[in-house]
């Protein structure tokens, strides 16, 4: 139990295109899901909390209004990078949380973005 | 910040050796601590939690926790090329994210 899948692994897109990356919780509901990303040789970084039905709650530093994350389900949130850029390229995990802790925190597969 | 540190490494230990992690956090308050091992290029897997102190064996791996010094361990016994990784601790900050420490590489030699 406790799958979350997260599509597509991978993808290129030109500059100042868009990209949506999907994140569900397959066999549990995720009141929480939080979005990090990870440049080479480094950790991960979280950039946003977002509950079930809630606005996402942003780290200091991420922009809002280019990293729109939605989580309208108990089963799906969606990150979208609008106006991309090169150094936008990195690496996004979804990881998702249940209620109370429930199943700990399970995380996605990554999305391996490239900005050319 | 609260911060997770932990040394980067990397840290090299032969094959059927007992290799030793180590983190320390800032946060009092902290209550739980994740270790996840992570290969290159892919998403980070859990291998325990703890949230008491002392040792938690599970396996091969055992994770200590010392909250009087604010300190997290983790042990991999009989070591094997495959436990070759970058291996993450993580506290869980007041939003209920985790909070990773920067990660240390172990290279397990046969």
């Known amino acids: 139990g406790a799958v979350v899948s997260q599509h597509p692994s991978w993808v290129i897109c030109k500059s100042g295109t868009s990209v949506k990356i999907e994140c569900r919780s397959l066999?549990?509901?995720?009141?929480?899901m939080f979005w990090y990303r990870q440049f080479p040789k480094q950790s991960l970084m979280l950039m946003a909390t977002?509950?079930?039905?809630?606005?996402?709650?942003?780290e200091q530093g991420v922009e809002k209004d280019k990293f729109l994350i939605n989580h309208a389900s108990l089963t799906l949130s969606t990150l979208t990078v609008t106006s991309a850029h090169p150094e936008d390229s990195s690496f996004y995990i979804c990881?998702?949380?249940?209620?109370?802790?429930?199943?700990?925190?399970?995380f996605g597969s990554g999305t391996r973005l490239t900005v050319v | 910040q609260k911060e997770v540190e932990q040394n980067s490494g990397p840290l090299s230990v032969p094959e059927g050796a007992i290799a030793s992690l180590n983190c320390t956090y800032s946060?009092?308050?902290?209550?739980?601590f994740f270790w996840y091992r992570q290969y290159s290029g892919k998403s980070p897997e859990l291998i325990m939690f703890?949230?008491?102190?002392g040792d938690k064996e599970d396996g091969r791996f055992t994770a200590q926790l010392n909250k009087a010094s604010q300190y997290v361990s983790l042990l991999i016994r009989d070591s094997q090329p495959s436990d070759s990784a970058t291996y993450l601790c993580?506290?869980?900050?007041?939003?209920?994210?985790?909070?990773f420490g920067k990660g240390t590489s172990l290279l397990v030699t046969p």
């Open positions: 990881s998702a949380r249940g209620a109370r802790g429930l199943y700990g925190y399970t």
């Open positions: 066999d549990f509901q995720a009141t929480t």
């Open positions: 977002s509950n079930e039905g809630s606005k996402a709650t942003y």
């Open positions: 946060d009092r308050g902290s209550q739980s």
């Open positions: 703890i949230y008491s102190n």
């Open positions: 993580a506290g869980i900050n007041s939003g209920y994210a985790l909070n």
